[in-house]
């Protein structure tokens, strides 16, 4: 696990975005595993500030971590909404290249007839992970944080074997998102890609801003790993890259500052 701490959020998003333009200017049919979130906000709007080209996206393949269940795809509080909002809206991508899981119940219904709609939420999990292994698997995952060291929406206790499935969020992280819900109702449950799913990408890279994220991030650098903190799963993964900002990282200069190779907040050069 590599380790760069940044300024501030301006930095860490420009940091990031450069990460994802040049792996794609290098390999244009990258498989991009992609979060939502507040903290992905700044990268998304830097990566299409510097994505004018038509071409700069063209042969990428999506797919996002994780979304709601039972709420309409274009509901405003929906991933889906999300990611139109910060990313696709604004560069050319495919949109047969783009997937989310789907968790509208029309659309599930529509997609899978006859099926109930628990069936088809398990149905839908499967074809996931069916979907990422057909396109070659995820080379590269950005990742949150949540504050109780969830990855995606996978929830202290959710086994590092797990693939694509439905979760029931904790009433934390369900506090922690009503901002994006205009009536503060945030749904219950949620699909995930597994921590198993997570791990399989060649590369993943955690980004962590503010001070709220410090516990998590700490308890991060001190290289526990146990399924109570889904984040640690990732320190059997070869090849992660742990962005921070200062204040995020404020809590591991405290305990294990040997741990840390700050880069500044000088901009990564394109
Ligand atoms: C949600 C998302 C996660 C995200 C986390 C942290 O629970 N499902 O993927 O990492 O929130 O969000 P934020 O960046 O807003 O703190």
Request: proline fraction near 7%; charge should be negative.
């Amino acid at each position: 696990m590599r380790w760069e701490v940044v300024e501030d959020a301006a930095a860490l998003s420009n940091r990031a975005a450069h990460l994802l333009l040049d792996t794609v200017e290098q390999s244009p049919r990258t498989v991009l595993g992609l979060p939502t979130g507040r903290t992905p906000e700044g990268m998304y709007r830097e990566v299409a500030r510097n994505c004018r080209d038509p071409r700069c996206f063209g042969s990428v393949e999506t797919f996002n971590l994780d979304e709601y269940v039972g709420i309409p795809l274009d509901h405003p509080g929906s991933y889906s909404s999300y990611m139109w909002t910060h990313l696709f809206s604004h560069v050319e991508v495919d949109r047969e290249r783009i997937h989310i899981p789907l968790g509208d119940p029309e659309r599930l219904s529509e997609r899978f007839p006859g099926l109930s709609f628990e069936e088809a939420l398990e149905r839908e999990c499967r074809d996931y992970e069916e979907e990422i292994r057909a396109a070659g698997g995820l080379d590269l995952t950005f990742l949150g944080l949540g504050r109780n060291g969830h990855i995606a929406f996978n929830e202290p206790g959710t086994p590092f074997v797990s693939r694509t499935h439905v979760i029931e969020l904790t009433e934390s992280t369900r506090r922690a998102n009503a901002g994006c819900f205009p009536d503060r109702e945030v749904p219950r449950r949620a699909m995930t890609m597994g921590i198993a799913t997570i791990v399989d990408s060649k590369r993943i890279v955690l980004l962590a801003t503010g001070g709220s994220k410090a516990e998590a991030v700490r308890r991060l650098a001190s290289g526990e790993i146990g399924e109570d903190f889904p984040a640690s799963a990732l320190h059997r993964h070869p090849d992660v890259l742990v962005l921070t900002d200062r204040e995020a990282a404020g809590g591991v200069e405290m305990h294990s500052a040997s741990m840390l190779r700050p880069e500044g907040a000088t901009p990564h050069p394109r």
